[in-house]
């Protein structure tokens, strides 16, 4: 299995800027991508951004130009969100693909943008 452990979030002002990390430990070798997923109140959990073991990126629309994922090493990924804006809010949820078997999430990290 693979446990993840995110930190980061808080609340910031419209316009900001915050920087989520997530830190994966357990069987890493199993892991073919990271990325981050955010659900806000009354919404289904959504994809935000991933990037795989190769290195290439999946952004969601609504973040492009704002938010940019990293990755460092083989169980680091970061979420770097700039021009940060109210719809922003969310419980921020770090994700691991593996190689056969479940995907694992980390606890999740509120991130709340005030106007």
């Known amino acids: 299995q693979v446990q993840l452990v995110e930190s980061g979030g808080g609340l910031v002002q419209a316009g900001g800027s915050l920087r989520l990390s997530c830190v994966a430990s357990g069987r890493i070798f199993t892991i073919t991508a990271m990325g981050w997923y955010r659900q806000a109140p009354g919404k289904q959990r959504e994809l935000v951004a991933l990037?795989?073991?190769?290195?290439?990126t999946n952004i969601v629309d609504s973040v492009k130009g704002r938010f940019t994922i990293s990755r460092d090493n083989a169980n680091q990924v970061y979420l770097q969100m700039n021009s940060l804006k109210a719809e922003d809010t969310a419980v921020y949820y770090c994700n691991a693909r593996v190689m056969a078997g479940r995907d694992s999430w980390g606890q999740g990290t509120q991130v709340t943008v005030s106007s």
């Open positions: 990037v795989a073991n190769g290195g290439s």
